[in-house]
């Protein structure tokens, strides 16, 4: 017991899956070869950040780092959590990367998280902090998360390239997470949303709402996007614009779509040479076209959206010992991804069943039971 | 009556009602009671309340125990059969253990049992299974026996009384969750006089009831009839074990763990033979208990260490319950009996064979080479035999062993066990006879070898894996098992294959006009079931890898590993094939993203036939048909294999017609049908509710039951809403998740919910120490217990703990002690503390002697609220209590937090106004710039504080004298001028060191007898070698003297003097060489002047003495007033 036996794993994929499952399970993972024939071999500064927030709210936690980066030693300590925390997350990925393994430590941590992440808060690649606050913390709910504690505040926009966004993040601890039955989708009754725009016109964001709506008055007339124009410090460092729309069921489910179009990252001179040499999708485009993703969200079903997928069936591993059965869509690759770490850490299965009829999956486990142990009885 | 009997002539002896004794008195008492009840009742307004006050007082009382006899409901999620229920047996030596078991074997079984060796289980009813055990004497096996007991019987002495091994167990069993316990009194034949027995009875019992509570049973056995108890007595015992009721506990609820009540070395016989002390194989059969037992996990076996689990097997159950036939009463038949360890019962099961125990004397054994011809594979010995042979090996020399070849599993019974095989065991046998690896593979898929022996030989060299899966055997099934074969080299070439076929299913159905024909033919194709499984492989990868999962982590890991590598290493075009939607999973190092970002290909939704065809997932469109979407799948898709309801996503138009009518009337009825579902479940909780409530009385009529159940649970939900709420959620749960379970065929819910509790199961553990073996006593069970989450992991706990008051010294820190927290005992130094006012950790040398402390220690982790229990000495011929402390766990970090106080001590060697030099408090400059603000003090009070390190010119200045400039001279300041006679100090705090030292107690790797000796204290080593307590002189008290201070005469200055009044002003008045006259001269009185003197003084002291007497008096009297004005006040 006194030597250290180490899960070997390959490659950067699901590096926050398994992260996080090594943390919740405390077992040490050894990650081989990450990015190893690439031109720039090792750690990405993104996943190097993370490792630094995970070091941020453990206890004790050990890691190694070869020299080319390209190993990787993870020796998870206790989840403390704690407040007053502030992280950097760089501008390599945006906040919604770091966001999604931190919610599910934050639960399981000691004391109460609270922390601030500065970084890109809208990007096209991750989930944005908008969609968090309207998908993904109803979803917690469902889990016996009290809704009272969490809380995220949006203090500056930050878009891609130089970031400069803060949000405040505050979750609160729970001592098991329930189980749930959650195989009734609902029908769409309400579309919510928000277009913001950071540096540039109030007008892009108008333009945004209006063909949303354009596409969306057809089926539904309960349609309200808000809009929201920061400017100077609220807007972080570089200019774009996006939009984050939100279908809520009759039954509570909370399907999202989002994203963000922003100046891309130029040498110095080209910046010089002429701004609108950069074509970016014009904002009436960028609209209709979350517009249609959403609607192709709806459309495979599910109780979820597909890139919450893969915190859902972490929530679900992780709950008591108890059948939990949800309903999704087509499954994502980032949700078969999410359901193997989780065989391969938690020793969870589920059983994955179509519904050909609606062209959804069913998907049971039996939750792995775990417990936040970090917390300190009295 | 009498005449009638008068009139047949006998006459029968009338009953004559006792007029004196105990059951004269009940009766008496009994009629006065109901007398009086009776007059009570005759007038009931007259006793109904008269004071509102008092009302209001006895209704919030009454709601006040309402509220207090609630706890918070335990979960109990054990869905399978029970297990047997464990009974412990304890007691001290020579109390009577192995008979009461014995007396109870024979009530139960009617068999004689000759020796109680290991667990012996018996079916003691239609419903229970019971399973005995002799707890064994030493502390390690109560210890261990405390985590497994469900029912402890205490065996107590009556004609000794109480011995400390009671007691002991009695603490042991508190802190392990406190499972039932039941005293009996035995030796009770050994009293003569009546009365001297009923009061030991009655003292012994008061004693118990102390220990435990008020009330609890505590069970006479007057002596011994035939060499054993009482039959009668023995039958009351057995119905007061037959009613009990267990209540779940909750480390146990949380944890898997067997009882091993079979044991056996499965190392091949080569390995013994070339290293006698190689480390062994084992197989440990046992009913799991506790919670499921999932494949991957970790198992503590205790006394020995943690291992995983290189195989688990389901066994059928040896000993099952009866059949549910409605009779009263077991038969014979079914008075089951199973105890390996005892060599009693007759037949073993083993996952592939069964043994059939044979008694001696029954059989005329030929000779080996005829028991060759019939079992006829002598020449390749099967692992059975190895097995077997292994086990005798234990008491006999290594070359003894392996020249015999008679099958005798317990050598000293006498008893003789012939193998008997079932058809198709002969070839598996042949097949494990070779490898290892074959074995491991035919412990995944046994329960498939008996119904599946084609197949397994057909796959004998593949990994057998999907044969479990499609058993069927259908065309169908046989072409993917042949599929799986080709593809067998490359997993992921299969299953991208499959992923392939399903793209195509799922496309189909986004397009709903697509290939159509393929869609059907491929719907038609697949059982719901099999596609269910298809996805899951698609996921998972292969069901067989799956099921291994369990094995040894790194292994697997590395096989995972492999198998990637082989995906690895491919062309890139056929990588890239496979890496479909990153299905294959080709890319190790493809980007986390959680969204999915091609959007590439969307549709144009302002169409208005796209955008209709969505228009049933708004709430705009057509209600009926989004809840029919909206069903549980089950029973849809169950319909879809029996009616062909697919047909409906056939093409267009047909789909709009036949949808909204099938929709209109089918949505209605499936919302019934779901209505219904529902309705059953809760009707099942509350039925199972009612039962847990009444304790399981079984009143034939169903429905009327649940009537019963539903008045009951609303008469209740008035009294406590919120409790019964609860109850009934977690009964819903249940239910729920048996009707989910149930769903599912057996080899997918073994993977999902892993083993169930009460099934009978065969755990095989690799590279256990030989000691195991050869120090094997089937007298000490065997406690193997699942570990849990984060519970392998080592590092600091803390706990908090309360020395017992029973044990006579207080603890010291540092000591090493042996804890036992969940399954473990190991042995640990532990760092006592307390928390301050503030938060802070402040080690003890001492544990406080009646108060709980925090100790910290290092060693495997165990959850919050885990109990603790600590012992210092493992010696059996203590008469001391050998259970030092309780404690519980209240959290654990990797970092120990204890601090302890340090006082840094200094002189002044300069002092200026407020200011002054402070030396010998540090050592460096360094030093004091890391103390620098500190605040400082000197044994007079004076409060200061440090500011900064001497400045040389200040007051350091060896350097003109030549010498090198002291360092850590300190500069502080204090809020008045301090002596150089001062001493100061600086308190501050340093970090405690919890040793990294654990130890884990190997008790079963060694001989029983032996004391298992760890880390001695450092009190022992004294002892030991002889060597006194080292002794610090300065540490010494040592008489204070204080001499009495002179002080120097009172100077007043002469301006002074010249002010003050006449009055003050010191007078210098010469010393007189000669008194006065006055003084001097002599008082001669004359007769009658010393009369009159002699009066005076005689009434001066009768006045004194009047005065004196009042004086009390009034005094007296005060205090009285003074009493009563207290009291009254």
Known sequence: ?378 | MAMDSGADGQSHKAHRSRHSGASAKKKTKAKNKDQNSDQKQQNPKAFAFRSNAKAKRLQSRAVEKEQRRLHLPVIDRSYGELPPFVVVVQGPPQVGKSLLIKTLVKHYTKHNLPDVRGPITIVSGKQRRLQFVECPNDINGMIDAAKFADLALLLIDGSYGFEMETFEFLNILQVHGFPKVMGVLTHLDKFKDVKKLKKTKQRLKHRFWTEIYDGAKLFYLSGLIHGKYPKREVHNLARFISVMKFPPLSWRTSHPYLLVDRFEDVTPPERVQMNSKCDRNVTLYGYLRGCNLKKGTKVHIAGVGDFSLAGVTGLSDPCPLPSAAKKKGLRDKEKLFYAPMSGLGDLLYDKDAVYININDQFVQYSKVDEMGGTTNKENKRDVGEDLVKSLQAVKSPIDEKLEKTKISLFSHNGRKRRKAIFGDGVDHSNLKSTDEENEGDEDDDSDNDNDEGENDRSNEDNESCSGSEFSDGDEEDLKSEEDDRSNEDNESCSGSEFSDGDEEDLKSEEDGMGNISKWRASLVERASKKQNINLMQLVYGKSASTSNTSANEVKDDSENEESDEDEFFKPKGQRAKNSIEGLGGGNINTEDCSKSTKISELKNWKEEEVYESIRDRFVTGDWSKGALRNQMSEAKTEEDDIDGDFEDLETGEKYESHQKDDSSNGGIQKEDDDAIEERRLKKLALRAKFDAHYDGSESPEEETDVQNGGKFHRSQANDSGYYDKLKEEIELQKQINIAELDDLDETTRLEIEGFRTGMYLRLEVHDVPFEMIEYFDPCHPILVGGIGLGEENVGYMQTRLKRHRWHKKVLKTRDPIIVSIGWRRYQTTPVYAIEDQNGRHRMLKYTPEHMHCLAMFWGPLAPPKTGVLAVQNLSNNQAAFRIIATAYVLEFNHAARIVKKIKLVGYPCKIFKKTALIKDMFTSDLEVARFEGAAIRTVSGIRGQVKKAAKEEIGNQPKKKGGQAREGIARCTFEDRILMSDIVFLRAWTQVEVPHFYNALTTSLQPRQKTWQGMKTVAELRREHNLSIPVNKDSLYKPIERKPRKFNPLVIPKALQADLPFESKPKNIPHRKRPLLEDRRAVVMEPHERKVHALVQHLQLIRNDKMKKRKIKEEEKRKEFMLLFNTFS
């Not at chain 1, 453990?58 to 403390?80: A, F, H, M, R, S």
């Not at chain 1, 906040?95 to 931190?102: A, M, N, R, T």
């Not at chain 1, 601030?116 to 109803?138: A, M, Q």
């Open chain 1, 1 to 378: 017991m006194g030597k250290i036996t180490y899960k070997r794993l390959k490659g950067s994929q699901n590096m926050r899956q398994r992260l996080l499952l090594a943390t919740l399970k405390s077992t040490p993972v050894l990650i081989e070869d990450i990015h190893a024939d690439d031109t720039l071999p090792g750690l990405r500064p993104h996943e190097i950040s993370l490792l630094r927030l995970f070091e941020k709210l453990t206890d004790d936690c050990l890691i190694e780092i070869n020299e080319t980066g390209t190993k990787l030693k993870y020796k998870p300590g206790i989840i403390v959590g704690g407040s007053h925390l502030v992280h950097d997350c760089g501008v390599s990925r945006a906040i919604g990367y770091f966001l999604e393994p931190l919610i599910l430590l934050g639960l399981f941590a000691r004391k109460t998280l609270v922390i601030i992440l500065k970084g890109i808060t809208n990007d096209s690649k991750d989930p944005s902090v908008d969609t968090f606050r309207s998908t993904t913390f109803p979803l917690l709910k469902r889990f016996g998360v009290p809704s009272e504690g969490l809380k995220l505040e949006i203090k500056s926009r930050g878009v891609s390239p130089h970031g400069g966004g803060e949000v405040h993040l505050a979750i609160p601890t729970v001592q098991h997470l329930t189980a749930t039955m959650w195989t009734d989708e609902g029908m769409v009754k309400r579309i919510r949303g928000e277009a913001f725009t950071t540096r540039v016109s109030v007008q892009l964001g108008n333009e945004m709402i209006y063909a949303a709506r354009g596409i969306f008055n057809r089926l539904l007339p309960d349609v309200y996007i808000a809009s929201d124009y920061r400017k100077r410090s609220e807007a972080g460092n570089s200019s774009g614009y996006g939009i984050s729309l939100v279908a809520e069921t009759t039954s509570g489910c909370c399907i999202s779509a989002d994203t963000t179009v922003s100046y891309p990252r130029g040498d110095e001179e080209e910046d010089i040479e002429g701004e609108e040499k950069k074509e970016l999708i014009p904002a009436a485009d960028v609209g209709e076209k979350l517009a249609s993703v959403l609607l192709e969200e709806i459309e495979k079903g599910g109780v979820v959206d597909s890139t919450h997928q893969g915190l859902l069936f972490l929530l679900c591993a992780l709950c008591v010992n108890d059948v939990s059965k949800v309903r999704v869509g087509k499954l994502s690759p980032y949700g078969i991804e999410t359901l193997r770490e989780i065989r391969d850490f938690l020793d969870v299965q589920f059983v994955i069943k179509p519904d050909p009829s609606t062209g959804t999956v069913i998907l049971k486990c039996w939750g792995s039971g775990m417990k936040n142990l970090s917390r300190k009885t009295t």
